[in-house]
């Protein structure tokens, strides 16, 4: 009697059994589902490419991948990662990585569908898929990091060479101020019509290339630019042509100078130096001749993100310096700007042409854009801000050179040689001369002269206390003396733009007669504006 309930106990575990079941494989499709959901959005969101691979060969991956490597999605799978999406160069390192099991962290040049080449970071995980062991690859295309490190380095780089070649530039400028005030001497104890003018006159323009050169070097520092101007680019491109194509007669020069292009604010030595250089470097890449095509013309940014770097939006000249040459691959063209790099023979270059190029136009706020491809030749294009309101100086005659009267003149500098012709220089103009080579030694000389002084000219590099100071001790004790700075730094540095609030003007070495005497008397004009200005 008891066997038709057992079965009937039975029949109800089985269907308890079977409800149990259905009730897990819905909840493991339920799970199943999220899972993939979750994995989908995962890999939706992601803004890294995403993909799993067993030995090489992809078997899984997000559309982010995809579009990386600017492959369709349904093209993807089957894809031999070694052959397909790393350089040669980079395959040997990879493949010892595909069958690690740990993590790796590493960096390749990959390869687009299109052929572009770019770098990656790539990161490996070992994991699992579909019940077999693989390795789950995120990549992340890294052109604008290396770009902001490469612009970092290159930063670096400029700001390390720009701090020895100031340094050397002011020593440099120091020797030549002690030759060209011989000159100056020398010119005056000889008759006008002496046949040793003309060394002397040669002489001078061997000091004026070393004040350049020494000027070439200041253009990697900060604050190198000398003389603030407006420009007319194209005029000085037509200018500079007009020397430069007579001495390279086997190369054909066409020129397309708006002259719409817009003014520019900078220093005209610099620029006109930058034009030269991408001249000279352009015709040494035509040995056997060619052609040069040299372009002026305005150029409107409107957004930060129309180029490949970023780029104040603005109104810029621009100027490009094209030429049929033999050209350059792009690992030449990542180096061009690096400091003493040259592809010339040791005896031909020296590197800093255009890494003085790139420093000069750094410093003017613009930028430089360089195309090249071997066997067709170069392109550098400058752009540089176009000044707001400009307008360009009216040519003026130089002044002539005129003695000065009696007065005392304090020069205080710590350069033997140069001190003793600095001397000489402003006995020539006509003023007694008090020296000193140390800052105590000149503060005395202040002292004992008791206000009887008609300018003092101190150099900015002595050592002691800084001249900060210096200038500090000199204004307390003698505040109504004209007080003139001396450097063979440059003007527009930044260190001397901010002591120029606290003195009366500053003349940069080497200084002929003549500048001399204009900086004393405009020092003088400039103190007495002032003391005028607060009665």
Known sequence: MTAPENDNASN?????????????????????????????????????????????????????????????????????????????????????????????????TAVAASGRHFPAEMRSRPGEWAGRPCRVVSIRDITHRKKTEDQLIQSQKMAAIGTLSSGIAHDFKNMLAGIQGNVEILRHQLAPHSPHQKRLDIISQIVQRGTKLSGQLLGYARGGQTDISPIDLSHLVAESLEMFGHANRNIGIETHLNPDTPVINGDRNQIEQVLLNLLINAVQAMPTGGRLFIETKATDILDRASREYNVVPGRYAKLSVRDTGHGMDRETQRQIFEPFFTTKPESQGTGLGLASTYGIIKNHKGYIDVSSQPGKGSCFSLLLPAARAATLPKAVAPTPERRDTSDTILLIDDEPDFLDVGREMLLLLGYQVITATHVDEALARLKEANGRLYTVILDMVMPGPGVETTLSRIVRIAPTVPLLLSSGFNRESESIRQLLTRCHGFIPKPYRLAELSKAIRDARDILQAQSENRS
């Open 12 to 108: 109800d575990n089985a269907s308890n059994d079977s409800v149990s079941l259905v009730t897990e494989r819905r909840s493991a499709d339920v799970a199943l589902k999220e899972s993939r959901d979750r994995y989908r959005l995962f890999a939706l969101v992601s803004s890294e490419g995403i993909f799993f691979h067993d030995n090489g060969i992809v078997i899984e991956a997000n559309d982010v991948f995809a579009k990386i490597i600017e492959r369709p999605p349904e093209t993807i799978i089957g894809m031999n990662i070694l052959k397909d999406l790393i350089r040669p160069e980079d395959a040997g390192m990879v493949a010892r990585l595909l069958t690690a099991t740990d993590d790796q962290l590493y960096e390749i």
